[in-house]
């Protein structure tokens, strides 16, 4: 995980970030627009296919099949490699927890060894085989800059093992989180109804309310005073950001899930849930275009959905991820 975006500094971290971004830019989201929305259409039909025979699990049928086709699809990887790749996820985030357990650091050990395998292999094809797809753009863009092959490749495969990281396991629980957020509030599902405007505000609030990662780990560069306490140069730094969402004084009934909030002078401060300055998520507006269009997409549908049981989390700290969503059509 050190080699990844999010645990390097400038300016290694500068020139990884500026590759990425030349391949993952602002003007892809209108590209991907259209292939999200034909995704989630495909998806609800599905979905609400089953829920005509009685009580469904969205996570399963939606909330995980959403994010590693958006992903996989824009990767351009096999589609018959996706379900694999959920899987891994699961297993590999365990290394990012805050206190793992013997047998939770040996899945996530074995999970990220299939990875490496995986994407060496993934990357080894795109050499031979280059297409239009980031990951051999990333390539092309990379061998401009750097002679050496096997330095490349490993800069390529620590991006690849990221993006799909990241964008499986977070969006999944963000899509899963705001739904369940609007269906426990009815009279603000109704507003929703009635005004569809306001769906990315909904999106914004369940980011706050229920973040998909509520801990980020930092590393002190140099002695540094932090809220009083002295913090040793090399010491580590957890923040806690589902707490900071929740702090009263910070926002107004921190503890209310309000998809107005953002309409209101006191909507307070921007979210943590995407992280801030330099390692701001690169992906964050593609999470947020697959939580809007399917939410969107979703409440326009005939009749209503009610959660019809106890809704199950993985046993974790930092990466939140909802494992059941059990709903059914009233």
């Given at each position: 995980m050190a080699?990844?975006?999010?645990?390097?500094?400038?300016?290694?971290h500068t020139q990884t970030r500026e590759i990425l971004g030349r391949v993952f830019h602002k003007g892809l989201l209108p590209q991907l627009s259209s292939s999200?929305?034909?995704?989630?259409d495909r998806?609800?039909?599905q979905f609400f296919e089953e829920l005509s025979q009685g009580p469904a699990d969205f996570v399963k049928s939606v909330g995980e099949e959403l994010p590693v086709i958006a992903i996989g699809e824009w990767l351009g990887l096999p589609s018959s490699d996706y379900g694999l790749?959920?899987?891994l996820t699961h297993d590999q985030v365990f290394t990012q927890e805050l206190f793992p357990s013997a047998t939770e650091l040996s899945l996530s050990d074995a999970a990220t060894a299939q990875l490496r395998s995986y994407f060496?292999?993934?990357i080894n094809d795109r050499r031979e085989n280059p297409g239009t797809d980031p990951i051999s753009n990333w390539l092309r863009i990379w061998d401009e800059r750097e002679r050496d092959r096997a330095t490349v490749d490993e800069a390529v495969h620590s991006i690849a093992l990221f993006m799909i990281l990241a964008a499986l396991e977070t969006t999944s629980h963000v899509l899963s989180a705001t739904l369940r957020l609007v269906l426990s509030h009815r009279e603000q599902e109704d507003w929703?109804?009635?005004?569809p405007h306001l769906v990315p505000d909904a999106v914004e609030e369940a980011l706050r309310y229920d973040p998909p990662i509520h801990m980020i780990s930092r590393i002190a560069g140099t002695t540094t005073d932090l809220g009083g306490i002295r913090v040793p140069a090399g010491g580590m730094v957890q923040l806690m950001v589902g707490a900071a969402h929740h702090d009263?004084?910070?926002w107004t009934d921190a503890h209310r899930f309000d998809v107005r909030r953002r309409q209101m002078k006191t909507a307070g401060p921007p979210h943590l849930s995407f992280g801030a300055g330099i390692h701001y998520c690169l992906g964050s507006q593609l999470a947020r275009l697959e939580a809007t269009v399917l939410l969107t997409s979703l409440l326009k549908r005939p009749g209503r959905l009610r959660v019809n049981a106890p809704v199950q989390w993985a046993s974790r700290i930092a990466f939140r991820r909802?494992?059941?969503?059990e709903l059914v059509l009233e």
């Open positions: 080699a990844t975006l999010p645990m390097l500094n400038p300016p290694l999200v929305q034909k995704t989630v998806l609800l039909d790749l959920r899987t060496s292999a993934l929703l109804r009635q005004l009263p004084a910070q909802t494992t059941s969503l």
